[in-house]
């Protein structure tokens, strides 16, 4: 098992930041590897993820589940994916909201397991597999909530410029 916790200063609002947490396509472009992401924050998403681990390539089809929500401050996401011949991976990442000056601070302890072959790999692999993950998610959750689609370089002049996921999900 392993465990580490950090936290990201996010420049847009509490609300925001909640609303993306539970946006199956906020989900889907922050996890590293993923190709599909389907279901609702009220139940379950279904995920399925390919990723290399060491010397194991495996593509992962699983579950994610909200839960322990305290709505807009706190919520626990947890995963567990089967990757057939190469074992399982689980995990989870609590995820608190603080308001500070500017937008919200995201503070999260992830933790993760794996079985199978994947198992076999030692743990300072998995570890290190395992925190890039997380800084991976959270970078490129960041991205996704702070990007408002105004400095997207692929507008052609005279475009009307992409909405950012916030503006597309409440328009």
Not at 14 to 24: F, I, K, Q, R, S
Not at 58 to 64: D, E, K, L
Request: glycine share 12%; net charge negative.
């Amino acid at each position: 098992m392993m465990q580490l916790s950090d936290q990201r200063d996010i420049m847009a609002d509490p609300a925001t930041v909640w609303a993306a947490l539970l946006n199956p396509d906020v989900l889907k472009a922050s996890v590293p590897g993923c190709e599909s992401m389907t279901g609702t924050a009220d139940t379950q998403f279904e995920a399925v993820v390919v990723q290399k681990v060491g010397p194991v390539k495996a593509t992962f089809t699983g579950v994610v589940k909200l839960s322990d929500r305290i709505e807009g401050k706190s919520l626990t996401i947890n995963g567990e994916g089967k990757g057939g011949p190469a074992g399982f991976a689980k995990g989870g990442a609590h995820v608190t909201l603080e308001p500070i000056e500017g937008g919200t601070r995201l503070v999260y302890t992830v933790e993760a397991n794996v079985g199978g072959k994947l198992a076999q790999l030692g743990s300072r692999i998995i570890d290190g597999f395992a925190k890039k993950m997380a800084d991976e998610f959270f970078t490129r959750f960041q991205d996704t909530v702070e990007d408002d689609g105004e400095d997207d370089p692929e507008i052609a002049e005279g475009e009307a410029p992409k909405k950012g996921w916030f503006k597309r999900l409440i328009s």
